[in-house]
């Protein structure tokens, strides 16, 4: 979506949470390769000549392909729920591929840097998915933080900009001034994001993108000046938009706690496609305090939804 349009800056503001991933690897069947995942009741466990593409797993599958390993079980971990719009595969990929590049060095290959690591992830996940794939949840997950980056997939050396917003302290305040709740719902993201796409490239919601396009700007520019206020009220701006151009990526639960946040003096954000998942938001601390409550009362009946316990992680991958 952002390759023609090069001439207003394509950007995308986004933070890193303390939710974490990990991967652990372990000895299995010599010629075999097992992925288990935190919250996925069943395993996968193939010979390597047959590791599937296309299978639950199937990311995973092409990282360890990718590497020419086997005889190894992957076990993935979050902290962050199941199908939460959190990132949480792209999280997911990038451990893995850290886990597996420790393997290779010790066995004598060379060290991967972070920008390698984040471009492996990003470029199996959009070959796995035939294409459409953005690069900014795996560039979140390696890198940490509260960012804005600028795309340029066609410069010949690397297709982002890569500003940080807030300093450490900077984002421990941002972290006081921020709430996220799990909707309890499990979000798919597939047919909402195709479902974007196709409206964009018609031409049909291109107008209302290159708008938020624009509101994003300065969001960055709020939060880099730590005014909640404002960054709060551009959220708002930028929702409008939103529940114009993908009105699906909203449901009953979702919609209303965006509302009860709007209502407090906050800005709420969907995660993600949305459509179920998660959802987050930010302003003054009276008022994200006020919120909190209300969001709790409103998801207590629902079953799995909850207020998640996190806040910005700087550290990104190790």
């Known amino acids: 979506?952002?390759?023609?349009?090069?001439?207003?800056?394509?950007?995308?503001?986004?933070?890193?949470?303390?939710?974490?991933?990990?991967?652990v690897?372990?000895?299995?069947?010599?010629?075999?390769?097992k992925i288990s995942s935190h919250?996925?009741?069943?395993?996968?466990?193939?010979?390597?000549?047959?590791?599937?593409?296309?299978?639950?797993?199937?990311?995973?599958?092409?990282?360890?392909?990718?590497?020419?390993?086997?005889?190894?079980?992957?076990h993935i971990s979050s902290q962050s729920p199941v199908k939460s719009a959190l990132g949480g595969s792209s999280t997911a990929m990038v451990a893995l591929i850290k886990a597996l590049s420790k393997i290779s060095l010790m066995l004598g290959d060379r060290k991967l840097s972070r920008s390698e690591i984040l471009y492996l992830s990003y470029n199996l996940e959009d070959g796995i998915n035939s294409g459409n794939c953005g690069?900014?949840?795996?560039?979140?997950?390696?890198?940490?933080?509260?960012?804005q980056w600028k795309w340029c997939y066609g410069h010949p050396a690397y297709p982002f900009k890569k500003s940080s917003l807030l300093d450490k302290k900077g984002q421990r305040e941002f972290s006081r001034h921020l709430l996220v709740a799990y909707s309890g719902k499990s979000h798919i993201s597939l047919r909402t994001?195709?479902?974007?796409?196709?409206?964009?490239?018609?031409?049909?919601t291109r107008a209302g993108w290159i708008k938020v396009n624009g509101i994003v700007h300065q969001l960055a520019e709020s939060i880099k000046a730590q005014n909640w206020k404002r960054a709060a009220n551009l959220i708002k701006?930028?929702?409008?938009?939103?529940?114009?151009?993908t009105p699906d990526a909203l449901i009953p639960i979702t919609k209303n706690l965006?509302?009860?946040?709007?209502?407090?003096?906050?800005?709420?954000?969907?995660?993600?496609?949305?459509a179920g998942g998660s959802i987050w938001a930010l302003g003054r601390i009276k008022d994200?305090?006020?919120?909190?409550?209300?969001?709790?009362?409103?998801?207590?009946?629902?079953?799995?939804?909850?207020?998640?316990?996190?806040?910005?992680?700087?550290?990104?991958?190790r």
């Open 1 to 23: 979506m952002s390759l023609p349009f090069q001439w207003i800056e394509p950007t995308t503001v986004n933070m890193a949470l303390n939710l974490r991933t990990s991967v």
């Open 39 to 74: 919250g996925f009741p069943r395993g996968e466990a193939v010979l390597k000549d047959q590791l599937p593409f296309d299978s639950t797993f199937g990311l995973f599958f092409s990282a360890i392909s990718y590497f020419g390993f086997h005889g190894l079980e992957a």
């Open 193 to 204: 994001n195709r479902k974007w796409i196709k409206d964009f490239l018609s031409g049909e």
């Open 258 to 274: 965006a509302d009860q946040a709007e209502h407090a003096g906050c800005g709420a954000r969907f995660a993600g496609a949305g």
């Open 288 to 317: 994200i305090q006020k919120l909190k409550k209300l969001w709790e009362d409103t998801l207590a009946p629902i079953k799995g939804a909850k207020i998640l316990d996190c806040k910005v992680d700087s550290t990104g991958v």
């Open 25 to 33: 690897l372990s000895p299995y069947k010599k010629g075999w390769v």
């Open 237 to 245: 701006e930028e929702m409008i938009l939103r529940r114009e151009l």
């Open 135 to 147: 690069i900014q949840d795996q560039a979140a997950a390696v890198y940490g933080g509260v960012n």
